[in-house]
C-alpha cells in the first residue's frame, strides 16, 4: 500500500534549528514535495526533492534518500511566523500525490 | 497574474442537499484536482482531471461528481450532502507531467458544514 510517515507535532524555540522527518512507501515514485500551510489558509510549495541529497532554499533545506525512502525538511533561525503545519508529500507513479497528515510545528520565544 | 479561486468560501447546508463547489484557475493548466482535508487525515483526492472531457475517481470519490467542460472549471457536485462530507475542500492544478516542476498550485478553500 501507500503510506506516507510524519511526526503529528514539534515544538521548536524561536531562532533555532529544526528538522522534520517524512518515510514514504508509494507506487512508483517521481519526486518528493515540502509544503506549509498555516491554520486556515491553503498549502504552499516549499521545495521538491527527485534526485537524492540536499537542496538549499534560504533557512529552509530539503534532503532526499530515495533508497531509504526518507526526506527531512530543515528549518533554520526559527522565525515566530514558521508556526504552521508542514505536509509532506510523495509524487507517485500516476503522478499523482500521496500526502502525510502533516506536522504541526509550534515555535516557542 | 495567474490565479486559482474557489467559491464559495464557507458554506452551511443541510443533509440531502444537492451543493456544487466552483473552481476556476486562470493558469492554463490541464491538470486539475479536488481534495477533502480532516483533522488527523493528509489531504485525500477526490476526483481529478487531466483535460477538457477527462475526469477520474480519486481515493475518496464515492458521494462526489465533476465535469470539465473547459480548461480553466472543475466544480465539484456532492450530489446529497451527508454530514461526512463536513470538510475543508481544495482544489489545486498543475502542469503536465515532465513540462514542469510537477508543483501543484491551491485554491483558498472552501469549508463546508452539513447540518
Known amino acids: 500500500g501507500q503510506n506516507i510517515d510524519q511526526p503529528t507535532e514539534m515544538t521548536a524555540t524561536e531562532g533555532a534549528i529544526v528538522q522534520i522527518n517524512c518515510t514514504y512507501q508509494?507506487?512508483?515514485?517521481?519526486?518528493l514535495f515540502w509544503y506549509q500551510q498555516h491554520a486556515g489558509e491553503a498549502p504552499t510549495f516549499l521545495s521538491y526533492?527527485?534526485l537524492d541529497g540536499l537542496e538549499e532554499k534560504g533557512r529552509f533545506s530539503s534532503f532526499l534518500s530515495r533508497s531509504k525512502g526518507y526526506s527531512y525538511l530543515l528549518l533554520k533561525e526559527l522565525q515566530m511566523k514558521d508556526s504552521a503545519s508542514y505536509l509532506c508529500?510523495?509524487?507517485?507513479?500516476?503522478?499523482?500525490?500521496?500526502w502525510g497528515a502533516g506536522t504541526k510545528l509550534i515555535i516557542k520565544p | 497574474d495567474a490565479e486559482i479561486t474557489q467559491s464559495p468560501r464557507h458554506k452551511i447546508t443541510e443533509t440531502g442537499r444537492q451543493v456544487t463547489l466552483a473552481c476556476h484557475q486562470t493558469?492554463?493548466?490541464?491538470?486539475m484536482f479536488w481534495y477533502r482535508q480532516d483533522l488527523g487525515h493528509g489531504l485525500r483526492l477526490i476526483h481529478y482531471?487531466?483535460?477538457?472531457?477527462?475526469?477520474n475517481k480519486g481515493e475518496v470519490s464515492d458521494g462526489y461528481s465533476v465535469s470539465r467542460s473547459n480548461t480553466e472549471d472543475l466544480p465539484l457536485t456532492l450530489e446529497s450532502a451527508a454530514s461526512s462530507q463536513t470538510s475543508v475542500y481544495f482544489c489545486?492544478?498543475?502542469?503536465?507531467?515532465?513540462?514542469?516542476?510537477?508543483?501543484?498550485?491551491f485554491g483558498p478553500g472552501t469549508r463546508l458544514t452539513v447540518l
Open positions: 489545486a492544478s498543475s502542469e503536465d507531467p515532465g513540462t514542469g516542476s510537477n508543483e501543484q498550485f
Open positions: 493558469w492554463n493548466h490541464n491538470n
Open positions: 482531471s487531466y483535460g477538457v472531457q477527462d475526469t
Open positions: 508509494t507506487s512508483g515514485f517521481n519526486g
Open positions: 526533492n527527485v
Open positions: 508529500a510523495s509524487l507517485d507513479s500516476n503522478y499523482q500525490l500521496i
